[in-house]
């Protein structure tokens, strides 16, 4: 999936489940959900195939591991079927999984200009060792994918990793990385946490049946990368091109459906990582609403799978079909609205530019409101003010108090201090240009175009919830829905510039940085590839700066700091992530935890009577 966003907590406090409706078939939905996932349970019985609801609206169509910008939508599998260097953790205060990842923790030369990596003991399907020289390739293949466009990776700034990285296998089973830069520790294996890693001596080719090329050489390396993307835009092959049978995951892809994006997978008999694979079979299946998601799991057909808060009320009765219903926010998320500082409709580019205007916008979101109502979340989320995501370890300075809590009579008093007319109900206007701000001519009004995610339902409840508080204000905000894959391909200036005036705001849901790490660097950075409001501003550049190279561990908590006073963003509270599966199917804690940040490690679970 492309890139995704975090907001840094100051405030995680959530509002007792109690406050919702009660469920049917099931008792009150509070006591039919569970905030602290259970403990490992049951005697594992070998075999059995469990079924996995995708994320509606998103169905995959793409295989390889790093998808070109004009791919657009999601990858197949991407974490079962190859692994990246380091595994990422579903834990807050924790950037990787140590025990799923292929590689032992680096080792930092006093400059940390020179990084070491051991290798662990796995094992590609054809049961040759995942090697350094694996590690290479597949940074070699990512620097031949940012050559052809920066826009190939979500994560990239230029200037930042993989540039000035230079990847030696010195041994077999040992790499070792000479950085032009030193990065910050944390930053680096967060960014090692999503280098995929590939089969060199399988894929090192730039045609069927041609000769294994030198995937140094920068040519090789952009030919070899040519042929594989468009291997991987053939959809009718995914389950049976030979390429994409060299896996070191635990699964191997078993059939792939193009025209819903529903595939199969079956164990690595030579996987050599963690997890005992009891299950034979693993289907992930596709769904276009969240309404189609509970039908399938009333009728008991789904062994895993997320639930739209706006059924939260149907926890009772998915209890007492035998499932059990887990609820949290995910770490590194943060929801909100983007800000799109190019929009020049209107003059919507000289009005968002000033700070004020944000402020009064984001005093306008009633976020405990949000929370607690039936209509919106369900009593199932937790406030946020900041760009780090709950629980996170990096704290802004002001603590856990909101710097813009919701007050419309606030919101008002900053615009007419700032010279606007305030007409509740009717065209709020600027009567005073000195005080409106740089290019604000009389007579402006505050009006934009709101792009709705049609899905998950909170969206758009939120949205409309917004958009009626602005018009109290004078603000008119028109709202466009969407689709999910749409607006992924549409909505972003970083790399689809024309589409600029097409979107003012955009709500596309939840937005993921690195857990243990949720830096704002390529999200909210003036270069950054996934800024897609194209936000700048010197000073947070300078801050995220020093959180991405800089050795001081309280750097992130000052970019935190900063992003959430400037507000490149408008935030809302994030809505509990509703993680859903059968009472039979057990596995480690850690497993099912991952889930709320869309994690799979279904190697690790089995069913049980």
């Known amino acids: 999936?492309?890139?995704?966003?975090?907001?840094?907590?100051?405030?995680?406090?959530?509002?007792?489940?109690?406050?919702?409706?009660?469920?049917?078939?099931?008792?009150?939905?509070?006591?039919?959900?569970?905030?602290?996932?259970?403990?490992?349970t049951g005697t594992p019985k070998d075999g059995g195939t469990a079924v996995v609801a995708l994320t509606p609206g998103l169905s995959p169509n793409y295989i390889y591991p790093y998808p070109p910008a004009s791919a657009n939508g999601t990858v197949i599998?991407?974490?079962q079927l190859w692994r990246s260097l380091y595994r990422p953790s579903g834990e807050g205060s924790q950037i990787v999984d140590p025990a799923l990842s292929l590689a032992e923790q680096p080792v930092y030369s006093t400059d940390r200009r020179t990084v070491t990596i051991k290798?662990?003991?796995?094992?590609?399907?054809?049961?040759?060792?995942?090697?350094?020289?694996?590690?290479?390739?597949s940074l070699d293949l990512l620097k031949a994918a940012l050559a052809v466009s920066p826009a190939n990776w979500s994560f990239y700034t230029p200037g930042q990793f993989p540039d000035g990285v230079t990847a030696e296998a010195t041994r077999p089973d040992t790499l070792t990385l000479t950085l032009k830069t030193a990065y910050n520790p944390s930053y680096l294996l967060s960014m090692l946490a999503l280098l995929y890693v590939m089969p060199s001596q399988e894929w090192n080719i730039a045609k069927d049946g041609g000769p294994h090329?030198?995937?140094?050489?920068?040519?090789?390396?952009?030919?070899?990368?040519?042929?594989?993307?468009?291997?991987?835009?053939?959809?009718?092959t995914f389950a049976t091109n030979p390429l994409w049978q060299v896996v070191n995951g635990p699964y191997k892809l078993k059939s792939f459906d193009p025209t819903t994006g529903s595939f199969s997978l079956a164990a690595n008999k030579s996987?050599?990582?963690?997890?005992?694979?009891?299950?034979?079979?693993?289907?992930?299946k596709a769904f276009t609403s969240a309404a189609a998601v509970l039908n399938q799991m009333k009728a008991g057909n789904l062994t895993v799978g997320t639930l739209d808060s706006t059924f939260i009320s149907q926890a009772g009765a998915l209890k007492a079909k035998g499932y059990t219903v887990y609820s949290s926010p995910a770490p590194a998320r943060?929801?909100?609205?983007?800000?799109?500082?190019?929009?020049?409709?209107?003059?919507?580019?000289?009005?968002?530019?000033?700070?004020?205007?944000?402020?009064?916008?984001?005093?306008?979101?009633?976020e405990k409101g949000y929370i607690s109502s039936r209509g919106i979340y369900n009593g199932a989320g937790a406030e946020n003010h900041t760009t780090a995501g709950a629980d996170s370890p990096y704290p802004p300075s002001f603590g856990d108090k909101a710097p813009y809590p919701y007050d419309p009579a606030a919101a008002t008093k900053l615009l007419t201090d700032h010279g606007w007319k305030v007409v509740p109900g009717g065209t709020t206007?600027?009567?005073?240009?000195?005080?409106?701000?740089?290019?604000?001519?009389?007579?402006?009004?505050?009006?934009?175009?709101?792009?709705?995610?049609?899905?998950?339902?909170?969206?758009?409840?939120r949205d409309i919830a917004f958009v009626s508080a602005a018009k109290k204000l004078g603000i008119e905000v028109k709202i466009v829905t969407k689709s999910l894959n749409y607006m992924y391909e549409n909505y972003g200036n970083s790399f689809a510039p024309a589409k600029a005036n097409e979107?003012?705001?955009?709500?596309?849901?939840?937005?993921?940085?690195?857990?243990?790490?949720?830096?704002?660097?390529?999200?909210?950075?003036?270069?950054?590839?996934?800024?897609?409001?194209?936000?700048?501003?010197?000073?947070?550049?300078?801050?995220?700066?020093?959180?991405?190279?800089?050795?001081?561990p309280k750097a992130l908590s000052a970019e935190a700091t900063a992003l959430a006073q400037d507000q490149p963003v408008l935030l809302f509270p994030t809505p509990n992530t509703l993680v859903v599966w059968k009472n039979t199917l057990s596995g480690p804690t850690s497993s099912f935890k991952a889930l709320l940040s869309y994690l799979y490690a279904p190697e690790q679970w089995y069913f049980h009577d």
């Open 119 to 137: 290798m662990k003991d796995f094992k590609w399907s054809t049961g040759r060792p995942v090697t350094a020289d694996d590690v290479v390739f």
């Open 77 to 79: 599998a991407r974490g």
């Open 1 to 40: 999936m492309r890139g995704r966003i975090s907001i840094v907590l100051a405030t995680l406090l959530t509002v007792p489940l109690a406050t919702t409706a009660c469920g049917s078939g099931g008792g009150g939905t509070a006591k039919s959900i569970i905030t602290v996932p259970p403990k490992q």
């Open 271 to 284: 996987y050599s990582g963690p997890g005992e694979k009891r299950l034979d079979q693993v289907d992930f």
């Open 213 to 236: 090329l030198d995937y140094t050489d920068p040519k090789n390396a952009k030919a070899i990368y040519g042929y594989l993307t468009k291997q991987s835009s053939r959809q009718q």
């Open 503 to 552: 979107w003012a705001m955009q709500d596309f849901g939840p937005l993921y940085l690195a857990v243990g790490y949720p830096s704002g660097n390529t999200v909210f950075n003036t270069g950054g590839s996934f800024n897609l409001g194209s936000y700048a501003n010197p000073q947070v550049d300078k801050l995220i700066n020093a959180s991405t190279f800089g050795a001081d």
């Open 334 to 366: 943060i929801d909100a609205l983007t800000i799109n500082f190019k929009h020049t409709v209107g003059g919507f580019d000289k009005v968002i530019a000033q700070p004020y205007v944000r402020q009064a916008l984001q005093r306008l979101i009633d």
């Open 429 to 461: 206007t600027c009567e005073q240009p000195s005080l409106c701000g740089t290019g604000i001519k009389q007579g402006q009004t505050i009006g934009f175009t709101l792009a709705s995610a049609n899905t998950p339902g909170y969206v758009g409840a």
